[in-house]
């Protein structure tokens, strides 16, 4: 079996929205220019960048480990 790590974008979101911060917020945050890029890494349309992950983290108030999810992946004999 192999584990694949994914940045755990519920739970993103959810701190996100305990914290009351608004797209807006992210997007200053992470500097990007505009809150649909944000929107669209929040949703998974964009990966966020390296780089981006210890921002989320401070702002966010997540251990940086925590962004992460572990997904167990099942390799075919062969792979």
Known sequence: MNVKYQ????LIKQQRL???????DMTEALGL???DQYL???TGEY???ATE????SRV??????HLYTQNVV????GD
């Open 60 to 65: 966010l108030k997540i251990p940086l480990e």
């Open 18 to 24: 305990e914290l009351h911060l608004s797209l807006g």
């Open 53 to 56: 992950l210890p921002v989320l």
């Open 7 to 10: 940045v755990n974008l519920h």
């Open 74 to 77: 099942k390799i075919a004999k």
């Open 40 to 42: 669209r890494r929040e």
């Open 47 to 49: 990966n966020f960048k």
């Open 33 to 35: 220019q505009s809150a």
